[in-house]
T-cell receptor, first 114, second 112 residues
Framework: DAMVIQNPRYQVTQFGKPVTLSCSQT?????MYWYQQKSSQAPKLLFH???????NEADTPDNFQSRRPNTSFCFLDIRSPGLGDAAMYLC?????????????FGNGTRLTVT | TQLLEQSPQFLSIQEGENLTVYCNSS?????LQWYRQEPGEGPVLLVT?????EVKKLKRLTFQFGDARKDSSLHITAAQPGDTGLYLC????????????FGSGTRLQVQP
């Protein structure tokens, strides 16, 4: 089945130690998104790629970076994680253009910062 | 302030009860989506509403888009434990890119 896969499901890192989360997709969608979801809150968009065109949200901290080496893979790099960065990180994809197609989400990576 | 306000924030009911959750905004949208997120998983699309006043049914779930396309409701009839989850409404705020902004969410727990 075509899908969005996030690895790892659970990640523990130390305060200030860089961490990378990964996302892969077999849907061949042009657009990939990273959302941050803190406990009991709605997902918040961090950034998205339209092909290789990177779009950063205005309030996304500089501490968060992303790479998309090809259509299938996208990475979220947190350069110096703080305790406030503990959250579920969700990757999603969608086909390009306007319209009402859904976003396809992975099952997320839950990040713990110690 | 949130673009999309959902109410109630939390709802705990007994199996078999009916419930309605709301998604409200002061902005007008061309379409609105409802997602359900179960614990430890990503959100999954339930429905997209496009036309003002539109009503869509998905088994025991009834979705309505307000006439002015500023609000929406989700009504569940005879709730079951499998309906437990976080219900999120979402709209696109990035022209042509489909990046979604989510509402604050309603966390539903259905007790057997």
């Amino acid at each position: 089945d075509a899908m969005v896969i996030q690895n790892p499901r659970y990640q523990v890192t130390q305060f200030g130690k860089p961490v990378t989360l990964s996302c892969s997709q077999t849907l061949n969608h042009n657009v990939m998104y990273w959302y941050q979801q803190k406990s009991s809150q709605a997902p918040k968009l961090l950034f998205h790629y339209y092909d290789k065109d990177f779009n950063n949200e205005a309030d996304t901290p500089d501490n968060f970076q992303s790479r998309r080496p090809n259509t299938s893979f996208c990475f979220l790099d947190i350069r110096s994680p703080g305790l406030g960065d503990a959250a579920m990180y969700l990757c999603a994809t969608s086909p390009p253009g306007r319209g009402t197609s859904p976003l396809h989400f992975g099952n997320g990576t839950r990040l713990t910062v110690t | 302030t949130q673009l999309l306000e959902q109410s109630p924030q939390f709802l705990s009911i007994q199996e078999g009860e009916n419930l309605t959750v709301y998604c409200n905004s002061s902005s007008v949208f061309s379409s609105l989506q409802w997602y359900r997120q179960e614990p430890g998983e990503g959100p999954v699309l339930l429905v997209t509403v496009v036309t003002g006043g539109e009503v869509k049914k998905l088994k025991r779930l009834t979705f309505q888009f307000g006439d002015a396309r500023k609000d929406s409701s989700l009504h569940i009839t005879a709730a079951q434990p499998g309906d437990t989850g976080l219900y999120l409404c979402a709209v696109s705020t990035h022209t042509g890119r489909r990046a979604l902004t989510f509402g604050s969410g309603t966390r539903l727990q259905v007790q057997p």
